[in-house]
């Protein structure tokens, strides 16, 4: 009995140990490394960088179940990220055209071609040099991320959300997706206005 | 080797071999057993104890019990995930106290209302007997109560449909997180649609370039 | 880190290789791929000696007198060693027929069969030390111990020297010198394993040789 207690655990740690290892593996590929763009971010005139993961993710969730706006965005936002787990947004202007180089951009684009990620959409167009892709990645019947990477002469932006969320939603709530005019009180009580 | 001979008393050694030849007074003699006791207690054969099934197979059996242990308290794990995040779907989709139940059928509703109060009343007569004719009189007199009041709201028109809407708490941290959510939401959405645009720009082309042919 | 797939693959098969690897050296992973040890010749050994003390116990506990006996030539030289060391040479002999007696007696409670050697060295251990718990403090000396010109006298004398010793080395040195059973002998009849012997014996006579004034 004792041996079997003795084998027991040290099993039990090993498939532990494995299944944690695997779980970690597999939730982190979904995740784009955007380490390549400080380049980029250099000589851009305009940098938009927004990181929405974790504890401001869970924070901004718990905001958006509060606010009852007459339209209802609020809750069909609600509804299109409720299993969100991470967005992350890298927009750069440049003043004149060609001004960053490609391959900097092709480097995402390159972590699009690892196993997982599906295209969904694909755009080249001259004018401008615009190019589009819209990659997907499922693990099972679930959507576990999104990656958008939008390139033109005179910017760039890309977009990595990690988790399942509503896509036609969200691109139907474009434009409406303002902070909707609304009191709030903040910390100590003072009453500010909406944005 | 002197060692060798103190060990298994290979070789010689001199002074170990006077020792022996001098302790060799006390070693025991009688080397007869002793009489065993006449009236002892029978001595039975014990017999080997079953071997369970798990202890055959220790190493198979801990593998079996370990494996089944981790994928259950896995399920488990998901199982509540998916609860919670249900709940907090369920939460966010609670409407307000202030805002009325809308009725969809109001015959329907009556005549709900009217079954309740006669399942209450039948309730009433078989789980207590005993109850009083004027507590079976209050309780028609409060679900007719009920039943105007219902009326009551659904044919009220309220005044003042542009209501100010409720000043909402929030504290620094929670305002700062939603700004940033709704900023990357906006870029994300306002991105898709470009990108929905265009293809269906592009889808737009092609049916037309199909039909001029 | 950087996102590749094949990278996390690779780690997580170096870190399962290297854990296992870490694994293997210890008995658990071996028996969890059913692999089997090498065994050494002297364990074989006394896998074998163990079975055939099992084998005795239970033709004991079945009724056979002669198996008894046969237990008593085994082992009496062992007790009797044990309690040499420790109670008065008169009652040694007494007290060695108490122990075989006790341990007929209580052979059927042994759980484990293969270990009736230590089980009853460890009987002879506890009834020395309850000789002395029981014997009074005015009893009379027996008289042949004050002789001190006979030849017991010189082995008493040897005999108390290696009294004072510690218990580990004053048993197997009585057991080796007094009873004459060689260092295999000693360490199969107390269970010990031969380098423990070994090592008793080889501590046990520097001491008495430098209590004796003998020159190695």
């Not at chain 1, 593996?25 to 929405?52: H, M, P, S, W, Y």
């Amino acid at each position: 009995m004792k041996l079997l207690i003795k084998h027991s655990i040290k099993i039990f740690m090993l498939s532990t140990f494995l299944l944690t290892a695997i779980t970690a593996a597999n939730a982190q590929t979904a995740r784009l490394q955007f380490d390549n763009l400080k380049v980029i971010g250099d000589k851009a005139r305009d940098v938009v960088e927004v990181n929405v993961d974790g504890n401001i993710l869970k924070l901004a969730k718990r905001v958006l179940v509060k606010i009852n706006d007459k339209d209802g965005n609020a809750k069909k936002v609600g509804e299109a990220i409720k299993d969100l787990e991470g967005i992350y947004v890298r927009v750069f202007r440049f003043e004149n055209a060609n001004e960053y180089d490609m391959a900097d951009v092709d480097s995402i684009r390159s972590q699009l071609k690892n196993p997982g990620w599906e295209k969904l959409a694909n755009v080249r167009s001259k004018k401008n040099n615009q190019k589009i892709d819209v990659y997907t990645m499922f693990s099972g019947d679930v959507m576990s991320g999104v990656a958008v990477v939008i390139s033109e002469d005179k910017s760039i932006a890309l977009v990595n959300v990690i988790g399942p969320i509503d896509i036609e939603l969200l691109a139907e709530l474009g434009g409406k997706l303002n902070i909707p005019d609304m009191d709030i009180i903040v910390g100590d009580g003072k009453k500010k206005e909406g944005n | 080797m002197k060692e060798d001979y103190l060990w298994d008393k290979a070789g010689s050694d001199p002074e170990i071999e006077k020792l022996e030849n001098t302790l060799i007074v006390l070693r025991q003699k009688d080397t007869t057993p002793p009489e065993l006791p006449e009236k002892s207690f029978v001595i039975t054969k014990t017999e080997a104890p079953q071997k369970r099934w798990f202890s055959l197979f220790p190493m198979r059996t801990a593998a079996i019990a370990c494996v089944a242990l981790v994928v259950v308290s896995f399920s488990i794990f998901q199982y509540l995930r998916i609860e919670n995040t249900n709940l907090a779907q369920k939460t966010s989709e609670t409407p307000s106290k202030k805002n009325p139940v809308s009725v969809k059928n109001p015959t329907e509703r009556k005549q709900q209302v009217e079954d309740e109060n006669l399942i209450t009343s039948q309730v009433i007569s078989t789980k207590e007997p005993k109850i009083t004719q004027r507590a079976v009189k209050l309780k028609r007199r409060a679900s007719a109560r009920f039943r105007h009041r219902k009326a009551f709201a659904r044919n009220f028109k309220p005044r003042n449909l542009a209501k100010k809407p409720k000043a909402i708490k929030l504290t620094l941290e929670e305002k700062e997180a939603y700004d940033q959510l709704m900023k990357a939401l906006a870029i994300t959405s306002s991105q898709l649609q470009i990108a929905r645009d265009k293809i269906r720009g592009t889808e737009e082309k092609s049916v037309l370039n199909i039909t001029r042919r | 880190m950087v996102n590749d797939g094949k990278f996390y693959n690779r780690f997580i098969y170096f870190v399962v290789h290297h854990f296992l690897e870490k694994m293997s050296e210890s008995r658990t992973i071996s028996n969890l791929f059913f692999l089997r040890k090498r065994e050494t010749k002297a364990a074989a050994a006394k896998a074998q000696e163990a079975s055939k003390e099992a084998r005795l116990v239970e033709r004991i506990c079945a009724g056979e007198k002669d198996a008894f006996d046969e237990l008593y030539k085994n082992l009496s030289p062992m007790v009797h060693g044990i309690i040499l060391a420790r109670v008065p040479r008169d009652e040694v002999d007494d007290i060695v027929q108490d122990v075989f007696i006790s341990a007929y007696n209580n052979l059927h409670k042994l759980r484990d069969k293969k270990a009736v050697n230590s089980w009853v060295a460890r009987i002879a251990r506890n009834r020395a030390v309850e000789f002395y718990r029981r014997r009074k403090l005015y009893d009379e000396l027996p008289e042949n111990l004050s002789h001190k010109e006979s030849a017991k006298a010189e082995a008493s004398e040897i005999l108390d020297v290696i009294r004072e010793m510690p218990e580990a080395y004053k048993d197997n040195l009585i057991m080796r010198l007094v009873e004459g059973m060689t260092g295999p002998e000693i360490a199969e009849k107390t269970g010990l394993s031969h380098s423990s012997v070994r090592v008793n014996l080889h501590r046990g006579m520097r001491i008495l040789r430098g209590r004796l004034g003998i020159k190695e």
